[in-house]
């Protein structure tokens, strides 16, 4: 794969990428973030039909755990947003989906008059979407500390553009009126994002802006202050406590991840906090999540940040009438009441009253989109 990319012991890192090498200065193979670009580039690109079949795939894995909308984090093609319209058109995608939007097609939409919420109820186009760090679990955070234990000791993670640019990008997309999300993990990475969140909202003031980040994951207390005041919504993965929370512990420390998804001072604080999956990189399954925001506990069960725990209801709530919210939606979807949507799961047992390591594990008898039943166990 190295060879058919070009690639090679002279190559030079990417921007916001790293080729990690052995200690002779021979590419190891791990391409972390940007750095995947030359390779994935050699990949075939699927066809609409491809994608297609793999919205099929995803839509019957989702109805099946009680997902009845989801949110692409990622519509970046042509092709992929015609997928979307035929697999809704051909009833092969019964989830309500919102499309994320991403920057280098920014242009494109607003010189066609495209605003956010264009569609219909089972499909439309949502906020523009950007990366500014890496990930947490390899190290690629944009962080202010360096991460422990690490080969090269001065490791602040990698930023996926310059400064500038990015904050370009934020001013362009907040200025046509579009909600922004950016996926930002580290506290350095969150610091750039509401820096550039709070010089757009103070060139061009807008109320009900629902500028998100994704993720959210490295906070200090000035951030949550700032994020706070400026009514900013972190949309959180609890999953990743339990799937990676061993490793987030040892690249951190005990005390660095008690405010690393800080769930519990997010709600205290009045901030309007939402869950996701991030699939695939982490399981789509809600109650995983559930589970690990109510237990706070890693897969091998270690303590992660016991004071941070919720409970099963606001889990719930943070999957229903915050995603709702966060998506412009809460007149139509997120609660059981007339007026709404018919949109909802049927447990097979109350998750409240179940021993809370269980969570992850309770299963959906019924799904229903609309009032009609997609999946039965």
């Given at each position: 794969a190295l060879e058919r990319a070009g690639l090679h012991r002279g190559s030079e890192d990417t921007v916001g990428g790293h080729f990690v090498r052995d200690s002779d200065g021979e590419m190891t193979g791990v391409l972390q973030e940007t750095a995947q670009g030359p390779v994935r580039e050699q990949i075939p690109v699927p066809t609409v039909d491809d994608y297609v079949e793999a919205l099929r795939r995803c839509n019957d894995a989702y109805r099946a755990v009680g997902i009845t909308s989801s949110q692409d984090a990622g519509s970046q093609t042509a092709d992929q947003v015609r997928a979307y319209q035929k697999a809704v058109a051909d009833g092969v995608l019964q989830l309500r989906t919102s499309m994320m939007i991403r920057e280098h097609l920014l242009p494109h939409v607003v010189g066609l008059g495209i605003s956010q919420g264009m569609g219909n109820y089972k499909l439309k186009v949502g906020p523009i979407k950007l990366f500014i760090d890496g990930s947490l679990i390899g190290r690629t955070a944009g962080v202010t500390q360096p991460f422990l234990h690490d080969p090269n000791p001065d490791n602040l993670g990698l930023m996926m553009m310059p400064q500038e640019q990015f904050e370009d990008y934020v001013m362009q997309a907040h200025k046509a009126g579009y909600q922004i999300a950016v996926h930002a993990i580290g506290d350095r990475g969150i610091d750039w994002v509401l820096d550039a969140y709070e010089k757009a909202l103070t060139a061009y003031p807008r109320t009900n802006h629902r500028h998100r980040i994704e993720h959210c994951g490295i906070c200090r207390p000035d951030i949550i202050d700032r994020i706070a005041r400026m009514d900013v919504i972190p949309v959180s993965q609890p999953v990743f406590i339990l799937e990676y929370g061993d490793g987030f512990i040892r690249h951190l420390g005990h005390e660095r991840v008690q405010l690393t998804y800080p769930l519990r001072t997010f709600l205290d604080?009045?901030?309007?906090l939402t869950f996701s999956s991030d699939c695939p990189v982490s399981s789509y399954i809600p109650m995983r999540s559930v589970q690990a925001a109510v237990t706070e506990r890693t897969s091998s069960g270690a303590a992660y940040a016991l004071e941070e725990a919720v409970t099963v209801e606001e889990s719930l709530e943070m999957f229903t009438v915050a995603g709702a919210y966060t998506t412009f939606e809460e007149d139509i979807k997120g609660q059981i009441k007339p007026g709404m949507l018919a949109d909802f799961a049927v447990f097979e047992?109350?998750?409240?009253?179940?021993?809370?390591?269980?969570?992850?594990?309770?299963?959906?008898?019924?799904t229903i989109i609309g009032g009609e039943t997609v999946y039965e166990a």
């Open positions: 604080r009045n901030i309007r047992n109350d998750p409240r009253t179940v021993d809370p390591m269980t969570l992850g594990e309770q299963r959906i008898t019924r």
